[in-house]
């Protein structure tokens, strides 16, 4: 059993900071891939960026040069470093696990975010 529990969130200043962190229980971690999403309050789930389990990452455009995921395999954990947030950011970021050829099977709960202006 995975299960996944997101940290991190708050509230900032537009052009501010913050680092999430989804931590993941389990021994599948290392041998998948991380996904982060963003909802934003009353649309659709986005997925922002992923990293595989060999490191290689992959943003949605709108992040590009100013979110940085990561992960620690020896801490089960992956981050999440979003700089110059902006407004239309604000909302709930949850994580997923993904085994690799198999569908996403594993989620957190999320964690809030709201960036002000």
């Known amino acids: 059993q995975v299960q996944l529990v997101e940290s991190g969130g708050g509230l900032v200043q537009a052009g501010g900071s913050l680092r999430l962190s989804c931590a993941a229980s389990g021994t599948i971690f290392s041998i998948s891939a991380i996904n982060w999403y963003h909802q934003a309050p009353g649309k659709l789930r986005e997925l922002v960026a992923s990293i595989t389990s060999g490191g290689s990452t992959n943003y949605v455009d709108s992040v590009k040069g100013r979110f940085t995921i990561s992960r620690d395999n020896a801490k089960n954990t992956v981050f999440l470093q979003m700089n110059s947030l902006k407004p239309e950011e604000t909302g709930v970021y949850s994580c997923?696990?993904?085994?690799?050829?198999?569908?996403?099977?594993?989620w957190g709960q999320g964690t809030q975010v709201t960036v002000s202006s």
């Open positions: 997923s696990l993904q085994e690799v050829g198999k569908p996403v099977r594993y």
